[in-house]
């Protein structure tokens, strides 16, 4: 690895394990090099090859398809963690966010940014809070080389809070002009951004969740959808409240609902579905090809391990798995999808008239990579396959507390003792973000400490609110 560019180079990664596509299947094989050219995997042999590309070791990992984030709103991740455990809810932290200067807001962008490619995650799908938060996405992706699907949030969350939890309707109704307004910025940026990007950064359209909108607002967001060509990305069936709300207004569930108004004759990303119906609503999913993002952190913080992830596998769901907020670390995510939707399965099975499938290290996997790839209609992402983007990491399964000081015979189930500290390289487009654990696309400690005075002051505001004195019991957002 010495020498290497830490921008885009050929290479050579000497893998001593390494998750590669044959024939249309994952499939794990050990001593292999993956050759790498330009932007492209060009070939993956067994044992060394010859020529003069720089080697990078990675004999100690398994080499995987880079993660694709199903869902993610960046720059509001960690503003909030570790303050709304006690039961208070992140929406105010979050409307603090949207209140920072642009630059205070590349440096919450960058760090969390830098958390999520350090833990292996090459393609963010990003719903942004606001036109600003967007921009500020997109300024730290050029820099670093990030790939994206980036979409802002209507109604954006400088007004979603109020809307969202709402004492009446008409307050929906009133708000139809403003977020027609919304999707229309939303449109433009995303036209502009298609423009000026051929290949790593794409725009999209995203929606709030049904609750928040009104058959006005949807056709609107799907029209722009259609014209942007990279489908339409939604909270969906995430909270009790959101299917009494659309029982009351329209006679039907969230799911039933939006298929109603046609909403699903598009590309859609739905992520959550924790209050989905089980039985009825799999079916419709599946009919109009939905992908399925399942948060597996944020369900096991917020909503009590309930996730709907075994009902989608036994549903042949297309699943994506998302970052969403709060937890960055994908390998995590990975982790929790696994044992959540084994503990769910293991629970609720024999008294479920749904049908479930018990979740296995390797559906997560594949779901963090081509699901994710499946959900963009990206062939050459996800995989580790001659013609395929060179977009991967490296996650080290021989060490103290994942591995046993030697390579393992089975290193996927590895992947359950690790964390995004295990993750070892990390490469987008064929240029390296992460060498060796170690941010190379800029200066590490400064993205952080710059990151944590952000959080500082973010934390002194609410302070100065008594924020923390007043939390409101738990699940009060339900």
Not at 75 to 82: D, E, K, L, M, T
Not at 124 to 139: C, K, N, T
């Amino acid at each position: 690895m010495n020498g290497i560019d830490q921008s885009r180079q050929d290479c050579v990664i000497e893998a001593g394990w390494a998750l590669v596509e044959r024939n249309g299947e994952q499939t794990l094989e050990r001593d292999v090099s993956i050759v790498i050219r330009g932007n492209e995997i060009v070939d993956i042999r067994p044992g060394p090859v010859r020529g003069w590309e720089v080697r990078v070791d990675a004999g100690d990992c398994l080499v995987l398809p880079g993660f694709i984030s199903g869902h993610t709103h960046t720059a509001v991740s960690s503003p909030a963690r570790g303050l709304i455990e006690g039961g208070r809810f992140m929406d105010r932290p979050v409307e603090m966010a949207m209140n920072l200067d642009d630059e205070q807001l590349d440096a919450l962008s960058a760090y969390n940014i830098a958390e999520i490619l350090k833990s292996g995650c090459t393609t963010f799908v990003e719903m942004s809070a606001s036109l600003r938060h967007a921009e500020s996405f997109v300024r730290v992706a050029n820099a670093w080389g990030i790939r994206g699907y980036i979409s802002i949030i209507a109604p954006n969350m400088e007004r979603l809070y109020k809307l969202w939890y709402r004492d009446n309707d008409q307050m929906l109704f009133d708000s139809v002009p403003e977020t027609l307004q919304e999707i229309e910025a939303a449109r433009q940026f995303g036209l502009a951004l298609n423009k000026a990007d051929g290949d790593l950064l794409q725009g999209q359209m995203a929606i709030h969740a049904a609750d928040t909108q009104t058959p006005e607002t949807l056709k609107a967001a799907q029209l722009a959808a259609e014209e942007l060509g990279n489908g339409i990305h939604i909270h969906l069936a995430q909270r009790l409240r959101e299917v009494e709300v659309c029982e009351r207004l329209w006679g039907m569930r969230p799911v039933a609902w939006l298929e109603s108004l046609g909403f699903f004759d598009q590309p859609v990303i739905a992520a959550h579905l924790y209050k989905m119906d089980t039985v009825q609503d799999p079916p419709i999913l599946k009919r109009h090809g939905v992908n399925y993002v399942h948060c597996a952190c944020m369900a096991s913080l917020l909503h009590q391990g309930a996730q709907p992830y075994p009902e989608a596998l036994a549903g042949g769901l297309n699943i994506s798995l998302g970052i969403d907020q709060i937890s960055n670390d994908y390998v995590e995510n990975i982790k929790l999808a696994t044992l959540n939707g084994q503990l769910r399965t293991t629970l609720l099975e024999q008294y479920s008239e749904a049908r479930m499938q018990r979740p296995q290290i390797a559906d997560a996997v594949r779901a963090a990579t081509i699901g994710g790839a499946k959900m963009l209609r990206r062939d050459d992402l996800g995989r580790l396959a001659p013609g395929a983007k060179a977009d991967l990491c490296a996650i080290d399964v021989t060490k103290p507390l994942s591995g046993l000081g030697a390579l393992p015979p089975e290193p996927l189930h590895h992947l359950l003792y690790s964390s995004g500290r295990n993750v070892r390289h990390v490469m987008t487009n064929g240029r390296f973000q992460v060498l060796a654990g170690k941010l190379v696309v800029a200066d590490e400690d400064r993205v952080v400490a710059e990151g944590g005075e952000v959080s500082k002051e973010i934390w002194k505001r609410l302070e100065s609110e008594n924020w923390f004195e007043s939390a409101p019991p738990p699940n009060s957002r339900g």
